[in-house]
């Protein structure tokens, strides 16, 4: 082998490994992020490696028939380099996001890239229809000075805007460019008799080679920016959360301050509307009974009212969500209304259940609908009233009465009852009731 067919094999090797060791890392990063620029690249890099094997057909190349290597390269050396083009710009594209950021670029970009493809279809057609190559090789030059102009142009719009990511690609593509001309240039000049010493293939390696760095380092940078940008969400995501925080306590706040304020006013007005009642019912004469029923019903109501409204205030209260509330509330009423009439109660729920949250609708219903049983317990003489809680049989809350004689529920308790969606069961002079709730949490 002559010095310059040596200065070719080392040329052909160290590209080849060059572009092999790239392949295999782009390889492995499309494996696990399966990004389809990468898939791109991938095709791109098995384009320009192929066209420079063709390109050293005058070697003799291991594993590989000399023979038909100048025949693909008879067939596809005005067709390779251009389609490796096509792919580059689909990278391009993809890689700088170019069709979510710059819509109106990426319209010239894709009318550049099927222009490419028109080439090769006109290209293998001029094949198949035998055109001389001299012919095809004037069409070759005249699309790649197109696409040297027009890269150009795209290369200069971008530097000038200045974002760092983009200097990679951008500048890689430039040299790229620069060297694809200088190499068509060197050919022409070969077939024109002028003694290069090299072989013209050196300066599309060389240069393709500093693409190659190029991406790498872009590829580098890019990783760097996402990991900056899913480190600044998170940033984000933390202050959103706290604004967030800090306006459901205010709002919290203002709940309230409001519900004290209108359970302050309601009460007021309900206390108010007793008291006179009451007056009223003193200086009815005793002949005028219907008036006295109306002002004691009104007074009743005025009374199941104000309860109604302190146990809608309780249940609201976010303070109050647990067994353990629940359970100091039912103390809290038993002492109301029981100790006056010396009745005995108990509240047996386990404290190991104290955490379990049960849902505000549960809060709500259960004080309500305890309260009208201590109520009913009270107008029909119970000696006894249990309060137990089963957490095994789908989180029931049970009320038990033991009465002295015989009774009846009556409608109006049985109404509510119903109302709060319990059930509940007679037996001789025993009563219970039970109510189901939904779990939130432990």
């Known amino acids: 082998m002559t010095n310059i067919e040596w200065l070719d094999a080392y040329s052909l090797i160290g590209f080849t490994s060059v572009l092999l060791f790239q392949f295999l890392f782009i390889g492995l990063q499309w494996a696990f992020i399966q990004r389809k620029e990468y898939g791109y690249y991938m095709a791109y890099m098995i384009g320009i490696g192929c066209y420079s094997v063709l390109k050293y057909s005058h070697l003799q190349i291991p594993f590989i028939d000399q023979s038909t290597i100048k025949y693909l390269e008879l067939k596809l050396e005005l067709i390779l380099p251009i389609l490796s083009y096509f792919l580059y710009y689909r990278f391009a594209r993809a890689f700088l996001e170019i069709p979510k950021r710059y819509e109106r670029y990426n319209r010239w970009v894709k009318k550049m890239e099927y222009f490419l493809l028109l080439y090769i279809c006109v290209e293998a057609c001029l094949m198949l229809l035998k055109i001389e190559k001299p012919t095809r090789e004037i069409v070759f030059q005249v699309v790649s000075l197109i696409l040297f102009s027009f890269s150009c142009f795209m290369i200069f719009i971008f530097l000038k805007m200045r974002i760092k990511l983009m200097y990679f690609i951008v500048i890689g593509a430039l040299v790229l460019n620069i060297g694809a001309f200088g ?53 984000d995501l933390i202050n959103n959360l706290q604004d967030n925080f800090a306006l459901q306590e205010k709002l919290h706040r203002i709940r309230q301050s409001s519900a004290h304020e209108l359970h302050s006013e309601i009460a007021s007005g309900m ?85 379990i949250h049960p849902d505000a609708d549960f809060m709500r219903k259960s004080v309500s609908l305890y309260r009208y049983t201590l109520d009913f317990v009270v107008k029909n003489k119970f000696q006894f009233v249990e309060v137990s809680f089963d957490n095994e049989l789908n989180t029931l809350l049970i009320l038990v009465a033991l009465a002295n004689q015989d009774f009846e529920i009556g409608e109006h308790f049985e109404h509510h009852i119903k109302k709060t969606s319990a059930t509940y069961k007679t037996t001789g002079n025993e009563l219970s009731i039970m109510l189901c709730f939904t779990r939130i949490s432990d």
Do not use: C
């Not at 010493?197 to 872009?218: K, Q, W």
């Not at 996402?226 to 480190?231: Q, T």
């Open 183 to 235: 190499t068509m240039v060197l050919y022409i000049m070969r077939e024109n008799g002028v003694g290069l010493g090299f072989h013209p293939m050196l300066v599309s390696n060389l240069t393709n080679i500093f693409e190659l760095l190029a991406f790498s380092s872009g590829l580098s940078y890019k990783a760097m920016l996402v990991d900056k940008e899913r480190l600044q969400a998170k940033e």
């Open 271 to 355: 206390s108010d509307l007793s008291i006179y009642t009451g007056l009223v019912e003193k200086e009815v004469n005793p002949e005028q009974d219907n008036v006295r029923f109306l002002t004691s019903q009104i007074r009743s109501r005025s009374a199941q009212m104000l309860d109604t409204l302190h146990d809608l205030i309780w249940s609201l209260n976010p303070e109050n969500r647990s067994l353990e509330d629940l359970s100091n509330k039912f103390q809290q009423l038993s002492r109301e209304k029981l100790i006056p009439y010396n009745l005995a109660w108990k509240i047996r729920i386990d404290e190991n259940l104290f955490s």
